[in-house]
């Protein structure tokens, strides 16, 4: 075990130096920032600090004042010193990359009062002085030594940050056309408008034309230049939004305020709605703090004890979302309790079959895996722990759930328990829909409509093709 050690005030010559090295990296300052409440743009904004007077990010001044800190209360003296004054004179700045050796030395000693004073010196590793002071401290008269303390690990993440990358995903794109079903409430009508602000669709909003315009003022939007299609209540704006997206007028659909069967009632409908040959599926497009990418959890929403044919379109809908927001090659991880074939639990046997069924080319354009735990679907250490060698598991980009409770289960307990944030599609129809619960904010509006739209872009391109 290692340990931390001090020095005492008799053992404390006056020549005596200690020094530690670190080098600057971008956690670094999220987490000074985060702990000081420091948000100073010169620190946080590449784009503004390349206009500012050192034409880069730089370091809080006071992390170097920590590392000084640090040194003293970990070395020299260490554990029982107790600061009284510090004086700091930074003589250029730290910016990332930078490896910044401290180093403190004793240049006096009082016995009287028992402090110790240091010298303090901060260089780059150009050798040029970064941070230069002094420190009066009071230094221990006991002797210290305990057994070092672990750090907890930290995990960073910025919120949103894997939909604000599929928004900026869209910024070259031409806005779809989209039919904004009953956007009669501050949410709905908010996150459409946000998403024809980005050019990321073209709203076209249907519903009752006074109540719509009530909602705009109350949040304060003028809707001129923006099409409005008045109709008496919801079950018309759902009728006239099918219409629209049969004869070709608008190439996606927003849920507003309204009941998803609602909707979806026209939608299905053989004579007049949207369906084709595939089964609708919803997808949900999760930002999982801790995992390093998108995950796509499917179906959670709409086929509620889905049959093998019905799994394979899940499987096949999911595949070609996550080509469209870049995905080259989708890893698709079949969900069930095991991850072996099991003939008492029929999820495992199904899981086996579409793994075959890609094998034959019936599902295409991504590697299949299954049947997988959830833990070693997108833990790599839980599949290793397990002997189960597969390029998905540990890696899943899509994670197909054996019916729509054990997705709902799954999606809501990222969302609630891990922090996700959540937008959600409907796929298999005509047109994409998007398809928001009525508790989404604004982002998880947009991320929905962002991805909605390089769906349409990448169909378009196939068609083309």
Request: with cysteine; proline share 5%.
């Amino acid at each position: 075990m290692q340990f931390i050690e001090n020095k005492t005030f008799d053992e404390i010559k006056v020549g005596d130096r200690a020094d530690l090295t670190r080098r600057l990296k971008p956690q670094d300052i999220e987490l000074f920032a985060v702990v000081s409440g420091d948000i100073n743009p010169a620190h946080l904004d590449a784009e503004y600090a390349q206009s500012d007077m050192f034409h880069k990010v730089i370091a809080h001044g006071m992390w170097g004042g920590a590392l000084i800190s640090a040194l003293l209360g970990t070395e020299l003296p260490g554990p029982g010193t107790i600061y009284v004054t510090q004086n700091l004179n930074f003589r250029r700045p730290v910016g990332l990359g930078d490896t910044v050796t401290v180093q403190v030395t004793v240049t006096a000693k009082d016995a009287a009062l028992h402090q110790v004073t240091l010298d303090c010196l901060c260089t780059n590793q150009d050798g040029d002085t970064v941070i230069q002071g002094q420190a009066l401290v009071i230094a221990p008269d006991k002797k210290v030594r305990r057994p070092r303390v672990a750090l907890p690990e930290v995990h960073l993440h910025d919120r949103g940050d894997g939909f604000e990358d599929l928004i900026r995903a869209t910024k070259d794109l031409a806005a779809i056309r989209t039919a904004v079903v009953h956007p009669c409430d501050e949410l709905s009508l908010g996150g459409a408008l946000a998403a024809g602000d980005k050019a990321i669709i073209h709203p076209v909003l249907i519903g009752p034309k006074a109540k719509i315009e009530a909602t705009a003022a109350q949040i304060g939007r003028d809707l001129t230049g923006i099409e409005i299609i008045d109709t008496p209540h919801s079950h018309a704006a759902a009728e006239t939004a099918v219409a629209l997206a049969r004869e070709g007028s608008v190439d996606m659909l927003m849920k507003g305020k309204l009941h998803t069967d609602e909707l979806l009632r026209p939608i299905l409908n053989k004579e007049t709605g949207l369906r084709t040959e595939r089964r609708l599926t919803h997808v949900f497009a999760l930002d999982v703090p801790h995992y390093p990418k998108p995950l796509l959890v499917s179906d959670a929403a709409i086929n509620i004890a889905p049959t093998l044919q019905t799994k394979r379109d899940i499987v096949q809908n999911a595949i070609d979302l996550a080509r469209a927001i870049g995905i080259s090659v989708p890893k698709v991880a079949i969900l069930s309790a095991v991850e072996t074939v099991t003939a008492t639990l029929p999820s495992t046997l199904d899981a086996a079959a579409l793994c075959k069924m890609a094998d034959r080319g019936q599902i295409t354009g991504g590697v299949l895996d299954g049947p997988l735990a959830f833990d070693n679907a997108v833990s790599k250490a839980a599949a290793e722990t397990k002997g189960i060698t597969s390029a998905v598991a540990g890696d899943a980009d899509i994670l197909v759930v054996p019916d729509l409770e054990a997705g709902n289960m799954v999606a809501k307990q990222l969302i609630y328990l891990a922090g996700a944030e959540a937008a959600g599609l409907v796929l298999g129809a005509r047109v994409p829909i998007v398809l928001t619960s009525r508790a989404d904010g604004v982002l998880s509006r947009l991320a929905s409509a962002a991805i909605a739209q390089l769906f349409v872009h990448s169909q378009q391109g196939e068609q083309r093709s």
